[in-house]
């Protein structure tokens, strides 16, 4: 079961080794056939790029933004702001995703400075850059843009940092049957219709939440008009053999991944500067949403079926790229940095000094500055 894991998670055995198994629990998972949404015209442009009013999104009423200072005892500031800001829509999915035909995505907005903004006859708030959507990796949350967001922000950008469906502080039960890479992507379509109305975006992804984007910005190329990638999983298919485990090998297997040792080996090994950043805040940041009820049931239903396949669509992103890399990335293997140069039609690479696998985290002026720096430059 162990060797197993590490072809689920990027950690080395010695390190899975040291970690004891522990139970979790699964609901029954159902294949449905895909019935993909219908794409929307949407006009291109950098000046296109109007926010939609809360007012026209449809909150989850029931949803509490995740109690980071109390519940949590977490004391990183950011943290606490960023959940603050955080809500959940309620966004149209095909229905083999739910029955019902809608989930609940969570999600953080950070509105772009008003020094940079303008206001349209209508109300709306206009910016300069496309808005950019922000995706975190391998079952983390928006939370992981706690930095991040807010600098974004303060150079003008719009933000919205989101929830992939199944895992952060999305709705998990009742009425959901697949949290499938596919429904992932389906339910990030349906929240960009809903919340961002189907304008042209760009869309971040860092280390599994690149797969997520690279298969977004394929699919809705309509919409999609930049890319950036943050060490991101681009040319690794799926999640190996975990995803013919049988069932209770997969329970055993989803236990270990929510795991105090897991999870503290996991954060040390993500930065460069361990000692200022793996810290213990950063670890409860990391593993709070593990402990909602349904997790467990969410992540062994993704496993199971297969993951995400992004190897084939990289080279098949028509918007310029940007690809950050944290230069001491100990997770992802460098290679992969100018392999996504060569392979995307139209991408940069800017590496990140003094950097682990997180740019957005350990580095997040730095990161900042080359998003917009990329978004303002005459690419678009």
Known sequence: IKQLLLLTIVFSPSLIDQIPLSD???????????????????LAGRLSATTTTSSSINLDPTFTPPDIAGEGEIGEVAAAEAASLMKRAIVPVPTYVSPKGTVGISY???????????????????????????????????????????????????VYAIDL???????????????????????????????????PVCIAGASLGGAAAIEFSVERSDIVKGVVLIDAQGFVDGVGPMAMLPMP??????????????????????????????????????????????????LVNFMLSGGFA??????????????????????????????????????ELKWIEECGHVPHLEQPEETAKAIDSFLRSDRF
């Open 249 to 298: 090998l997969a329970r055993l297997g989803v236990g270990v991944l929510k795991s105090v040792p897991l999870r503290n080996s996991a954060n040390k090994m993500s930065y460069f500067d361990v000692e200022k950043y793996a810290t213990e805040d950063a670890l409860k940041i990391g593993r709070f949403h593990c402990l909602r009820e349904g997790w467990n049931d969410a």
């Open 108 to 158: 953080i907005h950070w509105e772009a400075a008003a020094a940079a903004t303008t206001t349209t006859t209508n109300d709306a708030k206009q910016t300069d850059t496309l808005p950019l959507i922000l995706l975190h990796g391998f079952d983390s949350s928006c939370l992981e843009y706690r930095r991040l967001g807010p600098k974004l922000a303060a150079l003008g950008i719009d």
């Open 310 to 347: 992004p190897a084939e669509k990289v080279e098949k992103i028509e918007a310029p790229g940007l690809i950050l890399w944290g230069r001491q990335d100990g997770i992802l293997e460098k290679e992969f940095a100018q392999k996504f140069v060569d392979t995307m039609p139209s991408a």
């Open 24 to 42: 979790a629990f699964l609901l029954p998972h159902t294949t449905r056939t895909f019935i993909p949404l219908p794409s929307r015209p949407v």
């Open 165 to 199: 469906l199944g895992w952060g502080y999305t709705q998990l039960k009742p009425d959901i049957t697949s949290f499938s890479a596919r429904a992932k992507v389906d339910a990030l379509t349906g929240f960009w219709n809903t919340v961002g109305g189907g304008r």
